[in-house]
Structures are given as structure tokens and as C-alpha cells.
């Protein structure tokens, strides 16, 4: 199991201490209430790690295949032999607390249902008050220990999500899901959109400079829509052309032209005109001279499109996005993470509306684009391996070969990296189809040769000299198949790689 064994424990829960140190509360803490310490040498059912990366340590298990672990906060995880997990508790003092004291409630609420089922634990009452006196647990009624039971679950994501470490799926959660994830990620928005609205011009022109804050108020506003806000979405959108065409462009342009005021004509298309990329993306925009009726129908038109005032209605990469750049990263990666999980269980998902088998990976290469610029390369390869093995023709195929060979390279797997571009090789020698017959004289050639010679140089700074050089006899050869003008960008780095292997002899 991937955990690594480090006593924070010891350090943190008196009441994991006494267990430890007292055989009889041991005994008892397994026995009635499921809680073994004698069970953490087994550790859990298969490799799991944290998705967040953090430390696991494994302090106990229970008679159904159940795993207790705690995190590096001293919080408490729970993960069952059925692929269910979540935080129970706090520390694990607040979880056996719980457990012992929801035991008894369990116990009783069974009994009313069968009367011999109060006789199977003998001296359950007995053995609880020892042990909560032992432990030094306070009495609370049924209704205060489920409380701290659901506001413990409530705490599994973003930070204590479970993944199987060999496959990368999550572990579905044990409690009721949080808020959604508009509800965070918009709450720095909704905030600057009070202090625009208070009329602070200081407050104005800090949020309009601040390319993330500026896009969190207009989505604020997006979905809190107020007459009065007309000026100021004015001002946003003067202030986002600084970032060329974006979706919060478009947003913006749409809610100042809901007002149909067509005074904003000359604004708008001064916002269309700041680049080729505007123009594009603003394109159908009413001439000036028109009317306010056909102000109000393109704004509304693409509102209703693209937009909408319900926040559950966004695509969740709107909130990925916006969390990554807030620096909330756990909370973007989860969704993304399930979203991931939940194509690889049924890749119908995929499947193109009015398409009876056809399918659009398109999600596949975006979610391995969005891992990526999280820093999680391992979620990254398991979406990309994906969509590589999903492609059709072969250049689909060995374009999305040569990303993921590279994607392999950077995670440090370099025999994976290795074995997929003699694949991308044998693609190239027998593609199947017409798709390949000009590689070499294009920009995919000379990327091929590239990822070729990087491998190379990273074989070699691995002390692996003989795979190297196989690699770079590949390579060679295939820079001496590009035309001159894809193989001119790769040569110097040809030149250095060759160099790097003299040295390592």
C-alpha cells in the first residue's frame, strides 16, 4: 500500500496512545466496537494514496475489510473494502469518540427491531463506559455525535480524497457531497462584485487590473443580475481585452448588450476590434445604428447559448479553471478526477448527440491538458493513455502517442516513454491509412524526433546507456527522413544529445 509509515498519531491523539499502551482497552476498542489496532499490520485491501499527496498512516481495520488511517493533520480516514471512503473525525480521539457513541445508538435502535439482538454484544453498556472513562470521552447525546459524524464527511473533499494507487480512481465518499463547486470558487467574485457596487473607485480599478479578479466579478455578475450594474460592467470589459478573447470577454460584452443601451455599440465594437482573436469570437454583433430590439436579441441570443443565470448549469471546467487560478488546487482536481472516473466507467459519455457509435474524446484530451496544469502528471497519462488509445487514424493516433510518451518522460517513467514511441515508430511505418504520408515534412516529424532525442538524454541521466543509445540510433534515424525544413529546428538539439552520450561513454 502506498503510505507512508510515520506516527502522527503518537504525536496528536492521547486516545490512540492508551490503546496502544493498554492491552484491555485494545481489546476492547476491537471488540465490541470494531476498532482493531492487531488488524493495521495487514493494511488495507490495495495500494491507496491521497489525491492531494499527503501522508497516510494505517492504526487499525475492522472485521468487514475496513481501513482507519490518519492524516498528516491528525484527521481520521476511514475506507471500506467496497470502495468507499471519507473522513471520521477530526483527530482519532474525535473519531472513536463517535464510533463508540454511535455504537450504543445503533445497538439500541436494532434491539426495538429484534429482541435477541440486544443480546449480541453481553456487557456492550459495561464496555463502553470503561472505555469512556479510560479514554476520557465526555457523555453527548445521539443527535450531538452525528453531528460531528456529518460534519466530519462533509470535510473528505477537497483534501482527503482516496485514490486506488495503481489505477488513480477515487474512492466515492462515504457522507453527502458538500456544496457545489460554484459556491467557493465564486465567493471571492461575488465579494468584489459588493465592493463595485458600494461605488469605491480605488476598489474599481483593483479589480479590474487583476485579471483573475476581474473574471470572478463578471461571473459574479453573471448570475447576480442587477439593472444598476451597467457601468461597472462597462469598466470590467474595457479591462478584459487585456486578455484577448475569453470567455469572460464574451460574458462581459453579453451582459452590457442585455441592457440595449446602443450607446454601448461603439463600445462593443471597439472591444471586437482589439485583435484578430476578438474579432472572431465576437462576431454577429449588431452594426452601429441599430436599434435596441437588435442590441437586446444578439446579447440574448448568446446568453442562452453560452451563458444563462443558473451557476449549476456551467460546464465544471469554467469552475476548474477559475479554482486553479485562485490557487485552489485540490478543489479543482477532485471534479476532475470523478469526471475522469466516471468516462472510464462508461465511455458512452463520449458518445456524439445523434451519434449511434461515434465518439468525441475531445473531453479526454482537455482533461489531460487541465491535470497537467495542475502538476498531476499521473491523472494526466491516465487521460491522455486514453485518448490515444481511443483515436482512429493514424495521425490522431501517433499525435496523441507522442504527448503522452512525453507526458511519461516528465513523470519519470521513462521504460513507459520508451515503449510508446517504438509504438509512435511502428505507426509511422505502417500507418493503415493515407493520414502519415507527409509526417516528414511537417511540424509532427520534427516533434517526433525531439521527444526521441529528450527520452534519450533522459535515459542517459537515468545510468541507463544501453536504452539510450538504441533510442538515439532511432532518433537518427528518423531526423534523416525529415525534409530540411522540419529538421532544422531539430538538429542543435540532435548535436547536444550526441554529445551527452559521448560523455556517458
Excluded at 72 to 82: F, I, K, Q, R, T
Excluded at 431 to 454: K, T
Aim: negative net charge; proline residues 5%.
Amino acid at each position: 500500500m502506498s503510505v507512508v509509515t510515520v506516527t502522527f498519531c503518537d504525536m496528536t491523539d492521547h486516545a490512540l496512545r492508551l490503546l496502544r499502551q493498554n492491552p484491555r482497552l485494545a481489546e476492547l476498542a476491537a471488540f465490541p466496537f470494531n476498532f482493531d489496532l492487531a488488524r493495521a499490520a495487514h493494511g488495507h485491501v490495495e495500494e491507496v494514496r491521497l489525491a492531494s499527496g499527503g501522508p497516510l498512516e494505517v492504526v487499525a481495520g475492522d472485521d468487514t475489510g475496513g481501513t482507519y488511517f490518519v492524516c498528516a493533520d491528525g484527521s481520521m480516514l476511514y475506507a471500506d473494502s467496497e470502495g468507499g471512503a471519507g473522513i471520521i473525525g477530526s483527530s482519532a480521539d474525535e473519531a472513536l469518540e463517535i464510533m463508540i457513541g454511535l455504537a450504543e445508538a445503533e445497538e439500541e435502535e436494532e434491539s426495538e427491531d429484534d429482541e435477541e439482538e440486544c443480546h449480541q454484544h453481553p456487557g456492550l453498556d459495561e464496555a463502553r463506559a470503561e472505555l469512556r472513562a479510560a479514554l476520557g470521552f465526555p457523555e453527548r447525546s445521539t443527535a450531538e455525535l452525528e453531528a460531528m459524524r456529518q460534519a466530519a464527511l462533509l470535510r473528505t473533499e477537497p483534501d482527503f480524497v482516496l485514490l486506488n494507487a495503481d489505477e488513480g480512481c477515487a474512492y466515492e465518499l462515504l457522507g453527502p457531497p458538500g456544496p457545489p463547486l460554484w459556491e467557493p470558487v465564486l465567493a471571492t467574485g461575488r465579494a468584489d462584485l459588493a465592493l463595485l457596487r458600494a461605488g469605491d473607485r480605488v476598489a474599481w480599478d483593483a479589480v479590474a487590473d487583476d485579471p483573475v479578479r476581474r473574471r470572478l466579478a463578471l461571473r459574479a455578475a453573471q448570475f447576480d443580475r442587477d439593472e444598476g450594474d451597467l457601468e461597472l460592467l462597462r469598466h470590467l470589459l474595457r479591462h478584459e481585452t487585456r486578455s484577448s478573447m475569453t470567455d469572460e470577454l464574451r460574458l462581459g460584452a453579453v451582459l452590457v448588450g442585455l441592457r440595449g443601451d446602443v450607446g454601448d455599440l461603439s463600445l462593443l465594437h471597439e472591444v471586437r476590434e482589439t485583435d484578430f482573436d476578438t474579432a472572431c469570437g465576437l462576431g454577429g454583433m449588431p452594426e452601429p445604428g441599430a436599434d435596441a430590439d437588435a442590441l437586446r436579441e444578439w446579447a440574448r441570443e448568446l446568453d442562452e447559448l453560452l451563458f444563462g443565470a443558473d451557476p449549476s448549469d456551467e460546464p465544471v471546467s469554467t469552475w476548474t479553471d477559475l479554482a486553479r487560478d485562485q490557487g485552489m488546487t485540490e478543489l479543482a482536481r477532485v471534479p476532475l478526477i470523478r469526471e475522469l472516473d466516471a468516462i472510464f466507467m462508461d465511455q458512452g459519455r463520449l458518445r456524439r448527440p445523434g451519434a449511434s457509435r461515434a465518439l468525441t474524446t475531445a473531453p479526454l484530451s482537455a482533461l489531460a491538458r487541465d491535470f497537467e496544469e495542475l502538476g498531476d502528471l499521473p491523472q494526466a497519462l491516465r487521460a491522455q493513455r486514453l485518448y490515444a488509445a481511443l483515436q482512429e487514424s493514424a495521425w490522431d493516433r501517433v499525435s496523441a502517442r507522442h504527448t503522452q510518451a512525453r507526458l511519461e518522460r516528465e513523470a519519470g517513467q521513462l521504460p513507459h516513454a520508451v515503449r510508446t514511441l517504438a509504438a509512435v515508430r511502428e505507426a509511422l511505418a505502417t500507418p493503415g491509412d493515407e493520414s502519415l504520408r507527409h509526417w516528414q515534412q511537417v511540424n509532427l516529424g520534427r516533434f517526433i524526433a525531439e521527444e526521441h532525442y529528450r527520452l534519450t538524454r533522459a535515459l542517459a541521466d537515468a545510468n541507463l546507456p544501453e536504452e539510450a543509445r538504441a533510442l538515439l540510433a532511432a532518433a537518427d534515424a528518423i531526423l534523416g527522413e525529415l525534409w530540411e525544413n522540419a529538421s532544422k529546428g531539430v538538429r542543435e538539439l540532435a548535436e547536444e544529445t550526441a554529445a551527452r552520450m559521448r560523455e556517458v561513454g
